[in-house]
């Protein structure tokens, strides 16, 4: 509706410009819904905006190029208000096209082309495969697989992409965990580091390696402690402690065995965490793995043309990156004085990767503890000689969930935390995935336990899925009155329809592509979260106040037509959110 009146907008336009021979650069056509029902449909404010460059009073631009408006089917009447707005009020046989609209459209309706097929890489969750995925990750996931979806649905061609941390030091960590709880397998005593992962599914991955290799891997605690600087609980350093033994784990099991107990934590994990994922809604058509850049030889590259800029410095033993020629807080090093290139050199081939793979927009969806690191990577964008502003770092807060009024732990390290795998149990998919998306991504969210199980209308997701299901139960009444639904007849009648439940429900029907549209361009999905809810608010209303199957024929196949439009526009957008929308509660 919003492009036919922007282009009965632009033919006055026209005119008026030509009439008044002016030359000026036009402004862009701006149709925004009313507020108030009083003052029309739809606005336009292209008087005001033309008031200054055409040297002419905002009102009788207005006049004029209402004058000059194309006689249209869908307007039936406009107005001049205030200091110079546009007002259109529809016909009641465009308001009621919006039913037509849906049923013709199904699946398609709110669909757009705006994208122009515009390749967009999004990546998200990335979380290192060092533990199984908690209820924190969880809102990334739902977040990030709602935006792809959405970008989709606004005709982009989206490509997601999870980050594989398969490389560097917290790797080495989990590597060396697993070993040293294999010797405790195999019977060797010691206290387990204090800066190890302690979480039981190490326990499992170590008995699994145990049962695979028997005792192939087995070295003397004695051997393995011996010269070891002290652990912190025994007055030393943990990360000193930690390291050292993760260069004794190499020393001793040799570089293959170290790489099989290595991807024995890391296949583990992994696996666990795709099959999470895959159970949570969330797919990706790419797991890039930072160990394939840095075998590859792309972290070296990526360096060597950073030191070929002059974008390097070297500063005892160790190379920096000059970061805050970019506006960072400090410089940061990319490759320590031990010749080890940190995981910020990984970040750096990482994203010059994504530049060198063609993606005309590329959307970074990062937990807010990493808000520091968005100055150091645009800076090494820039230094590489890429286009900033193709990236899009967007930050998730991660979610807090209560259980009553007690608060959960979330430590990977410690193994004290709820997966998402626990909460997909207990909640489901849907209420998780439906919970995560309902705020901003950027603001604080507790997720209350609870509600997300209760089958009640102060549960949103509840609320929305009974709507679908409430419109399916009539046509179920329907057929067991022996009579069917006639869609012809429906849309024939739609003119019956004068309700003001019903005009209010035609209307939220149709602002359902903005909505989808909005939310994409602005990765926004709380904003189709919202929508939802007042599209089945609308709905329940309407339901709670007016018999569908009644006597009167023409009202009746009309009623179904609408609700019919209901239950399609509800699917539609659950569907993006990637949850079900089922026909029996």
Sequence with gaps: MKD????????????????HQLEIDLPE??????????????????????????????????????????ASSVVSKVEIAGPGFINFFLTAEASQQVVKDILSQANAYGRSHIGQGKKVQVEFVSANPTGPLHVGHGRGAAYGSVVSSLL?????????????????????????SVWLRYLQACGEQFTFPSNGYQGDYVRDIADELKQQYDEQFRHSSEAVFKDIPADEPQGGDKEMHIDALTQRAKQLLGEEDYRLVFDKGLNAILGDIRDDLAEFGTEYDEWFSERSLVESGEVDKAIEQ?????????????WWFRSTDYGDEKDRVVVRDNGQA?????????????????FEQIVDIWGADHHGYIPRVKAAVTAMKQNVDQLK????????????AEKVGMST???????LRELRDEVGKDAARFFYVMRGADQHMDFDLELAKSQSNDNPVYYVQYAHARVCSVFRQLQERGMQWDQAEGEASLSALTADHEEALMTRLSTYPEVLENAAINHTPHLLAHYLTDLARDFHTYY?????????????????????????VIANALGVMGVSAPESM
């Design 4 to 19: 036919q009146l922007k282009n009965l907008v632009n033919q006055a336009l026209s005119n008026f410009i030509q009439k």
């Design 29 to 70: 056509i701006q149709i925004e819904r009313t507020k108030d029902k009083s003052h029309g449909d739809f606005a336009c404010n292209i008087a005001m905006m033309l008031a200054k460059p055409a040297k002419m009073n905002p009102r009788q631009i207005a006049t004029e190029i209402n004058e000059a408006l194309p």
């Design 152 to 176: 989709m649905a606004a005709g982009f061609d989206v490509h997601r992409e999870y980050y594989v941390n398969d490389a560097g030091r917290q790797m080495d960590i989990l590597g060396t």
């Design 306 to 318: 950073l030191k070929a800029a002059g974008q390097l410095y070297q500063e005892k033993g160790a």
């Design 342 to 358: 940190t995981y910020f050199a990984s970040d750096i081939a990482y994203h010059l990767n994504k530049y060198q793979r063609g």
């Design 393 to 404: 770092v967007l930050l998730v807060q991660f979610a807090v969930l209560y259980r009553g």
């Design 413 to 419: 390290r410690s193994g004290e935390f709820v997966t």
């Design 544 to 568: 709670n106040a007016h018999q569908f199957i009644v006597e009167d024929e023409a009202l009746c196949q009309a009623r179904l037509t609408l609700i019919a439009a209901v239950r399609q």
